[in-house]
């Protein structure tokens, strides 16, 4: 590779490697004293000769240089070689008549020729750092461990008299001193509190080193350049595109602040790139296959891009508290256009539909190949899902939780709060908090040295914008049980307000275990749910959890809120049979009253059937009846209550979430009872069925089948499918089907991976979403793929 040859007057590097203890005034300057011997031994008749002579002048000039700087590569160039173009050497091309001089000259300079970054996915970095299921080709390591490199020099090593150095450098403006230009010096051993390297293994010409990264690095693709010095000047190995070193976050070092001790949780919730997603309600938990893919092609520029989108500096990217921050704010669009734009309208006709998405990586793909533009459209699973995949690919331990019966407080008052009028029926326009039927957020493991102890472990990080968090809309790092807003979701109680003649309202009935059950996440080494609910909050109805959430509430706005618990001899309930309603047919529920008292008692029941949206929002409201009813002392009465698929079919959206909401006072002791009880009505599965056999590199077949529910046609049905190792995302137009008809698709591919793999399929209509399903496929390798 050519080489450039640097003035003596110029000082553009000087100063630019601190900490490896030589700098260009050793090579370059001559003492005062030494110069002027020099002088007075050189004749004038010399000193003519030396200008006159051509040939004597190129000599003197020769030996000059060997006292400069030796550099290559573009980004060394002085402001005055910017027109000389592909850095040509400045001195004028001439016949040199000196060549045995000019050879014993190259043959004292110390140049790499090559680097090696032992890159192979099976090799020895990879392997040792965890990072061989990645599919780039950029090296990637994890920080806090030791990675090795060849390099090959223009000749053999000699570590008496030649220096190497190592550099790293990322962001716009690498710095010392913020870790973004990182200097890596050559030591004879390996220390732990400082980037070194040392030399593992001679071999003529090439020299294996052994680098060790700090624990603490920043995490991003960094730029990798080889520094020499010699005897007679200093080379750099010209930038190289191909010399990239990616860094990530390490839970495998006990001294990275998101180390796990647990291999199966590091197996789970940093290299597990498919997992599961529940949704539905507390009584009717369901969950969907959601591909990951945190290891796929281009995921982790993606990440990289989006990291960088965000404007922070590279500086603050080795703490995984602001890296997390960084996400939650970027995976949601609002304020810095971020990755997914959300939508709860029910239209996306300018966009796919939240429930068509079975994984991350068409999203993060999209976002990156359009340049940071939005993709449209996406709810809390979805949020909850790319940010799995963004923080999994980073290195940050991960995992996606769903909160059921979710509140969100919008007032800062720990309450979910209901307003009724006069006559006990729900104000809609002052119902603004509300209790969604589930929630997606993400927990993320680290350390807080930042809090007081104790609070380090799983840390609560929700994407889906709701609340700004210092203006910007994410939520977290958050130590699970000791944030208001996550505390509202999983504690708050619900109040029942009424609205008196004079416009103000009376507190007339409080629900204590409404809100925050059945917190659900995949569990570690299975398709088993995980209930994590105790990890939130206390157990309902103990005294701590009573204590935890009155005291937290006398710090909200509506400190009053708690008064003396009044008696109560009649309680209602609201049940369901088996799994609940199906799609297409009348929903069915069951209203239970007792009376545990020794009196007769009459109340007056209110029962208002609303379509909602999941989280909690107020649609439309499809039926309302008031019942008369008589209890007997200590007797249970059930009544059944019905609401036909007529009534609520031109009014569902998605998820298919209806709320019975049912308010009444007892005659006799102007006791108020009050409850909302949320179901889904249940879609069907797509079933898939392989035909053939699956071999990598061999076309397959999957059948898909699916039945339409509806007494009615679905217009414009879309199919999506992808699977990670089998197939890239596609979306199949397939047209209308008809009121209860039994269709088929067949979908070919060609498996890309082996082992055990899943494909997932999602059908979307205007009339019918949330419809999935999934299935196994084990992908047999070939022979050429076993013997490669």
């Known amino acids: ?413 720990l309450t979910t709060d209901v307003y009724l009028d006069e006559n006990l029926n729900p104000l809609n326009n002052l119902n603004r908090d509300s209790v969604w039927n589930f929630h997606v957020w993400n927990d993320c493991w680290m350390s807080r040295p930042d809090l007081p102890a104790g609070m380090g472990g799983w840390q609560a990080v929700d994407a889906t914008p709701q609340e700004t968090s210092q203006g910007t809309f994410r939520c977290g790092p958050a130590s699970l049980m000791h944030t208001a807003f996550v505390f509202a979701e999983v504690n708050s109680d619900k109040i029942y307000w009424q609205r008196n003649v004079d416009g103000t309202f009376s507190q007339i009935y409080s629900e204590k275990k409404t809100v925050g059950h059945s917190i659900s996440t995949k569990a570690v080494g299975s398709d088993q749910r995980n209930d994590i609910t105790h990890l939130y909050k206390h157990p309902e109805g103990t005294e701590e959890e009573r204590i935890a959430v009155e005291t937290a509430c006398r710090y909200g706005t509506k400190a009053e809120a708690y008064t003396s618990p009044t008696a109560e001899d009649v309680s209602l309930q609201v049940s369901m049979e088996g799994t609940g309603p199906q799609m297409g047919r009348d929903a069915d529920l069951t209203v239970s009253l007792k009376n545990s008292s020794s009196e007769n008692r009459t109340v007056l029941l209110h029962s208002q059937a609303a379509v909602m949206y999941y989280t909690g929002v107020h649609k439309a409201t499809v039926r309302r009846d008031t019942t008369d009813i008589n209890l007997l002392p200590n007797e249970v009465k059930m009544l059944d209550w019905s609401l036909e698929y007529k009534d609520y079919k031109e009014e569902l959206v998605d998820q298919a979430a209806l709320m019975l909401t049912l308010s009444g006072r007892v005659k006799e002791t102007q006791q108020v009872l009050a409850t909302q009880y949320s179901f889904r009505l249940r879609s069907p599965d797509l079933t898939l069925k392989p035909i053939g056999k699956a071999v990598v590199g061999e076309k397959m077949t999957v059948e898909i089948l699916f039945t339409n529910p509806l007494p009615q046609k679905l217009k414009g049905v879309l199919f999506h499918v992808e699977g990670l190792g089998l197939m890239t995302a596609q979306a199949k137009h397939y047209g209308d089907i008809d009121s209860h008809a039994s269709v088929s698709m067949t979908v070919n591919f060609v498996p890309t991976l082996s082992g055990m793999r899943k494909l997932l399929a999602s059908l979307d209509s205007s009339q019918l979403t949330q419809v999935h399903g999934v299935v196994s496929i084990n992908s047999q390798s070939t022979f050429e793929e076993l013997f490669s």
């Open 1 to 413: 590779m050519p080489v450039r040859k640097r003035l003596r007057g110029s000082t553009h590097a000087v100063g630019r490697f601190p900490t490896v203890g030589f700098s260009d005034e050793a090579d370059t300057r001559v003492e005062p004293e030494e110069e002027k011997k020099d002088e007075l031994k050189e004749n004038v008749c010399s000193r003519w000769f030396r200008k006159a002579c051509w040939y004597c002048s190129r000599k003197s000039k020769e030996e000059e240089d060997l006292t400069n700087t030796v550099v290559t590569g573009v980004d060394e160039t002085d402001e005055n070689d910017e027109n000389n173009e592909n850095n040509e050497d400045t001195t004028e091309d001439k016949p040199d008549p000196g060549g045995d001089n000019d050879n014993e000259l190259e043959a004292l300079v110390l140049k790499v020729t090559s680097i090696d970054l032992l890159k192979g996915k099976s090799g020895q970095n990879h392997m040792a750092h965890r990072t061989q299921l990645y599919q780039s080709k950029d090296l990637i390591i994890r920080r806090g461990q030791t990675f090795q490199m060849w390099i090959t020099l223009s000749r053999p090593y000699d570590h008496n008299t030649d220096k190497i150095h190592l550099e790293l450098k990322i962001g716009s403006v690498p710095m010392v001193s913020k870790g973004t230009h990182v200097i890596i010096p050559l030591v004879e051993k390996l220390e732990d509190n400082r980037w070194v390297a040392t030399v593992v293994k001679q071999e003529d010409k090439r020299l294996l080193l052994s680098v060790y990264s700090l624990p603490t690095a920043n995490i991003g693709q960094y730029q990798l350049t080889v520094h020499t010095l010699y005897p007679n000047g200093k080379a750099i190995f010209e930038l190289d595109p191909a010399n990239k070193v990616s860094i990530l976050f390490n839970p495998w070092c006990a001294e990275d602040t998101v180390f796990m001790d647990s291999e199966d949780e590091r197996q789970e919730y940093v290299l597990n790139d498919v997992g599961l997603i529940y949704y539905g309600t507390e009584l009717q938990i369901g969950y969907r296959t959601w591909d990951y893919g945190q290891f796929a092609d281009g995921i982790l520029a993606a990440c990289f891009y989006i990291m960088e989108k965000s404007g922070t500096p590279a500086s603050g990217w080795g703490d995984p508290i602001n890296v997390v921050r960084i996400v939650s704010a970027m995976v949601n669009s609002v304020d810095d256009f971020g990755v997914i734009q959300g939508n709860w309208s029910g239209n996306y006709a300018d966009g796919s539909a939240p429930t068509v998405w079975t994984g991350s990586m068409e999203i993060l793909r999209q976002y990156h190949s359009n340049n940071g533009t939005p993709v449209r459209y996406g709810q809390c699973w979805v949020f909850a899902g790319v940010s799995t995949t963004v923080l999994r690919c980073l290195g940050i331990p991960t995992r996606t939780v769903t909160n059921y019966n979710s509140a969100h407080d919008t007032d800062v008052s």
